[in-house]
């Protein structure tokens, strides 16, 4: 098995443990922080999106290219169109994009 297909295998079963560990969450449970300076899961799961999506292609190859790329992404800081989002689209979200990300590995040698 290549490098590649590893990493990819690996990547899918990380979000299936993403996936394992909101179940059964609700949105006003994800929605609330566990302590005073904790990230609730909403915030966790939207900074694994980053602004629009997950990593995109574009910005995963940049790792590639660059030696440390600024992908603009400021943990934390949770705005309030993302705060609307139900969480299962975030969930859907994260799949979607790191199973492209996880093809782009699988094409690695």
Not at 70 to 84: C, E, F, H, Q, T
């Amino acid at each position: 098995m290549s490098m590649g297909n590893a990493l990819s295998e690996q990547m899918a079963q990380k979000v299936g443990e993403i996936k394992e560990t909101v179940a059964g969450i609700s949105d006003e449970q994800a929605s609330k922080p566990k302590g005073e300076e904790e990230w609730c899961a909403k915030e966790v799961l939207s900074h694994l999106c980053g602004d629009t999506d997950a990593l995109s292609l574009y910005e995963f190859k940049r790792f590639l290219e660059e030696e440390n790329p600024d992908l603009g992404i400021v943990p934390g800081r949770l705005g309030d169109s993302r705060k609307a989002v139900p969480l299962s689209e975030l969930v859907s979200r994260i799949e979607s994009d790191y199973a492209e990300i996880g093809r782009f590995l699988a094409e690695m040698k």
